[in-house]
């Protein structure tokens, strides 16, 4: 049984030609794209344009979005588990409560966009930017960091722990209240971050910086930490002198 909101290839396709017309022309012909709530899993969508579309509550599971334009766009609760969004764009969408677990994300643009809550558990996350992105709250357990630029995002209360993150950049980024434990850290970046409260348990720490990063009241018992530069970095005073002598 089909069901009732599933969208076949000709009705898709004539939506996206009017999305297009409306885009061309200002809003002034065609008609913005409103697929709330409808499923377009397993449809192919590379390279389209949906920009400042309404994919609010849509299922894009397992549906190809490599190279398509989702800048400004109403992603809202919507579901794109499991899709290649390699080299997409997400520039300024509104992606609260979505679900992007185990999506490939690399090279992917979510600049100034909005993950607030969003589940993105075991995603790869390798050369994505994330700049002055908010992920406040969300769920990037076991994810996978390579290359990835989260310079002055907000991560507050953010859910990383069994992450690998390796030669990202966090540079001024907020993740306090962030849950770090039993992470793998590796020649990265955090200077002048914020990391109040940031728990570090059993997290393997090498050749990383957190040169001028605030960590007060962080908690690294059970790391290992190696080659770590925490030179003019801010501690609580019961958290100094245990980890920097580790």
């Known amino acids: 049984m089909v069901s009732k909101n599933r969208i076949e290839k000709s009705e898709l396709k004539a ?20 697929l709330r709530g409808r499923n377009l899993s397993g449809h192919n969508l590379q390279q389209a344009n949906l920009k400042r579309a309404n994919l609010e509550g849509t299922n894009l599971s397992r549906t190809n979005l490599r190279t398509t334009n989702l800048k400004e766009t109403n992603l809202k609760a919507a579901n794109i588990g499991y899709s290649d969004l390699q080299w997409s764009i997400f520039q300024g969408a509104d992606l609260r409560r979505a679900c992007l677990e185990g999506a490939s994300l690399h090279y992917a643009d979510f600049s100034r966009s909005d993950l607030s809550h969003t589940r993105m558990g075991n995603v790869f996350l390798h050369n994505a930017y994330f ?21 002055f995002a907000n991560l507050y209360g953010t859910n990383l722990s ?29 200077e002048n971050a914020t990391l109040h409260n940031t728990r570090f348990n059993y997290a393997y720490l090498l050749k990383t910086s957190f040169y001028m990063a605030d960590l007060r009241g962080s ?7 190696e080659l770590v530069d925490f030179n003019e970095a801010m501690f609580s005073k019961e958290h100094r002198s245990a980890t920097m002598e580790r």
């Open 15 to 34: 939506i996206l030609e009017h999305h297009q017309k409306w885009l061309g022309t200002g809003g002034k012909q065609g008609a913005r794209a409103d």
């Open 131 to 151: 700049f002055k992105a908010t992920l406040e709250s969300a769920d990037l357990r076991g994810a996978s960091f390579r290359f990835t630029e989260m310079n």
């Open 162 to 190: 069994g992450a690998v993150i390796a030669a990202t950049k966090m540079i001024g980024a907020d993740l306090s209240d962030s849950d770090l434990s039993n992470t793998q850290i590796s020649m990265s970046n955090f």
């Open 219 to 225: 908690d690294f018992n059970g790391s290992k930490i």
